[in-house]
């Protein structure tokens, strides 16, 4: 029987973290993207249309509270009247 000690050629440590090593920079290289599209950016413009639409709301509401708020009746009629003639 022959002993060749401990400096065998076919055996190597360090090779199951080496492996490991390149399978984590693979999954790196495989990451997730996000891409937005162009109809998702118009939706998140118009949520800045409300904002603007909510501090009015606010206004509104807080001139009915103090019993300053006056409607204008015939600029109502008017405005349903070009709403309705529209649709």
Known sequence: MKINGPNQTNFNPYK?????????QKAN???DKLEISQQAKQMQETNKAQE??????????????????????????????NFWANN
């Open 29 to 31: 290289a495989n990451q």
């Open 16 to 24: 199951k973290q080496v492996q490991k090593q390149q399978e984590a």
């Open 52 to 81: 603007a639409r909510s501090e009015r709301v606010a206004e509104i509401k807080q001139q009915v509270e103090s019993g300053n708020y006056k409607v204008d009746a015939q600029q109502t009629a008017k405005n349903m009247m």
